[in-house]
T-cell receptor, first 117, second 113 residues
Framework: GAVVSQHPSWVICKSGTSVKIECRSL??????MFWYRQFPKQSLMLMAT?????????EQGVEKDKFLINHASLTLSTLTVTSAHPEDSSFYIC?????????????FGPGTRLTVT | AQSVTQLGSHVSVSEGALVLLRCNYS??????LFWYVQYPNQGLQLLLK??????LVKGINGFEAEFKKSETSFHLTKPSAHMSDAAEYFC???????????FGPGTRLSVLP
């Protein structure tokens, strides 16, 4: 099956700094990728849709200037958390949809645990 | 807009007992439904999915789910729980008009020896 990787798997940063999370589709091309956030003991909430070659689409309530998304190639999307604060500490998961019309699946990355101190 | 509810944030069963995790959805279009399992600090693993066709779908690790349109449900079952089934389970719906998924709140399954 298709594989999506994320790097790093966990990161600790100081409040006020920025951190970049990479999401890669390893064996397929992804014109669209999704970024989710998962707080402890909660479900996944869609943050934004990353579109290759165009601007990302953000969900209501998600700050565009704080969560910068760049989808520079068909296999890479990055999420940069700028001026991170402790409340940004969360588990960030990316996914890419299958390109097969009859599949309807999304392939999820293993997630990145962000801790802001 | 689609939504998913999962009755019971925490379910405990004894090893060898039946597992039943409930999922109800709301969708204005024919839904595509999924069950995922998540182990601590890991991503999501697909258990099974319903898109079209047979309403009883079988997945990995002995799990199955039945799509019941009249009840807007997609409950997950497994005849005999194993200790390794202890994890968080998420039901998700994908609508025809978008590719993103809407997830339920999740159900934590505990398996008691």
């Amino acid at each position: 099956g298709a594989v999506v990787s994320q790097h790093p798997s966990w990161v600790i940063c100081k409040s006020g700094t920025s951190v970049k999370i990479e999401c890669r589709s390893l064996d397929f091309q992804a014109t669209t990728m999704f970024w989710y956030r998962q707080f402890p003991k909660q479900s996944l909430m869609l943050m934004a849709t990353s579109n290759e070659g165009s601007k990302a689409t953000y969900e209501q309530g998600v700050e565009k200037d704080k969560f910068l998304i760049n989808h520079a190639s068909l296999t890479l999307s990055t999420l940069t958390v700028t001026s991170a604060h402790p409340e940004d500490s969360s588990f960030y998961i990316c996914s890419a949809p299958s390109l097969l019309a009859v599949d309807y699946e999304q392939y999820f990355g293993p997630g990145t645990r962000l801790t802001v101190t | 807009a689609q939504s998913v509810t999962q009755l019971g944030s925490h379910v405990s069963v004894s090893e060898g007992a039946l597992v039943l995790l409930r999922c109800n959805y709301s969708s204005s279009v024919p839904p595509y439904l999924f069950w995922y399992v998540q182990y601590p600090n890991q991503g999501l693993q697909l258990l099974l999915k319903y898109t079209t066709g047979a309403t009883l779908v079988k997945g990995i690790n002995g799990f199955e789910a039945e799509f019941k349109k009249s009840e807007t449900s997609f409950h997950l079952t497994k005849p005999s729980a194993h200790m390794s089934d202890a994890a968080e389970y998420f039901c998700a719906v994908r609508g025809n008009y978008g590719q993103n998924f809407v997830f339920g709140p999740g159900t934590r399954l505990s398996v008691l020896p």
